[in-house]
């Protein structure tokens, strides 16, 4: 009994760590992710979500298809956009593995996307995790 609680331990962690262990990059409002023109901005949002931003040098794709399609990022700094904390962390330590630069993030909040003007989620941006 006790080797079976041990073993969903040693598997439930390294789980937990991705998902909900907060990264270390600096996030950004989305005035400062579109005066930014180091890197090109990776929308990790759904495309029913994505669509309705407009960057210059924006490329969608979406946290599932990131792993087959990250070969099309053109550029080695990157911007994360993304809905919720566990996609930027899953999205975020994706990209670093392989070998971009992060240079930071922005969490939109999906409640906003039809108003004229998104906003930042303030609930869940933790500018302090640096």
């Known amino acids: 009994m006790m080797w079976i609680l041990l073993l969903a331990a040693l598997v439930a962690i390294p789980m937990l760590y ?18 930014c023109k180091d ?13 309705k931003e407009q960057f210059d040098n924006k490329k969608n ?35 670093r593995k392989k070998g971009f630069i992060v240079i930071g993030y922005s969490i939109i909040d999906p ?8 906003v930042v989620n303030k609930k869940r941006r933790h500018c302090h995790e640096i």
Do not use: Q, W
Request: glycine share 4%.
């Open 111 to 118: 409640k906003n996307i039809g108003s004229s003007e998104h």
């Open 18 to 35: 991705m998902r909900y262990y907060p990264v270390a990059s600096a996030c950004m409002t989305l005035h400062e992710v579109n005066e």
């Open 61 to 95: 794709i979406p946290l599932p298809y990131l792993h087959r399609f990250y070969g099309e990022i053109e550029a080695k700094k990157v911007i994360v956009l993304s809905s919720d904390i566990v996609s930027r962390n899953l999205s975020i330590r994706f990209l």
């Open 39 to 51: 890197g090109v901005i990776v929308d990790v949002r759904d495309y029913n979500m994505a669509y």
